[in-house]
């Protein structure tokens, strides 16, 4: 590993990336790893796999990592704006709103909110509430179901 310890940081220095948590360094550590566990003699140099490897890995973390804080940024616009801008103002549709909440766990709701209203992943929503996202989709199937019942959906 010590070797290529200089890989590593050598791409994190490349790719301009910040890492003062070493983020990137252990996902660097990870997918130098899976490059040893995958590497096939055959084709090619192990150098050159492990180099393919960590960099395709930090590219794909970059992304990641961007799309994550775009989401935030329009999570933020959304909420700041909704108070102006919601639905809630008519007493038709806040009592029909009510009515949904009170018949949900809170766990429901906050799929409503998070995943339908919001149009988070759920994998991202399982991360926010620190749960798997099994436990999220399951929220929304018995969310759903609630809501056929009172027939809102």
Sequence with gaps: ??????????????LRISDPEQEFFQEGAIALWEAY????????AFAQFANYK???????????NSNAAEKQKEYVER???IEFNSTYDQPEDYLLWRQLRDSLTPNQWK???????????LAVIAKI?????????????QAKKKARRLKIL
């Design 54 to 64: 960590i960099r395709n890995r930090f590219i794909d973390l970059i992304r990641k």
């Design 111 to 121: 799929y409503l909110q998070l995943h339908i209203i919001e149009d988070l992943p």
């Design 1 to 14: 590993m010590n070797q290529y310890e200089k890989m590593i940081h050598y791409h994190i220095c490349r």
């Design 79 to 81: 909420h700041s704006t």
């Design 37 to 44: 566990e995958s590497f096939d003699p055959a084709k090619g």
């Design 129 to 141: 509430e620190g749960t798997t996202i099994d436990a999220v989709k399951s929220w929304g199937k």
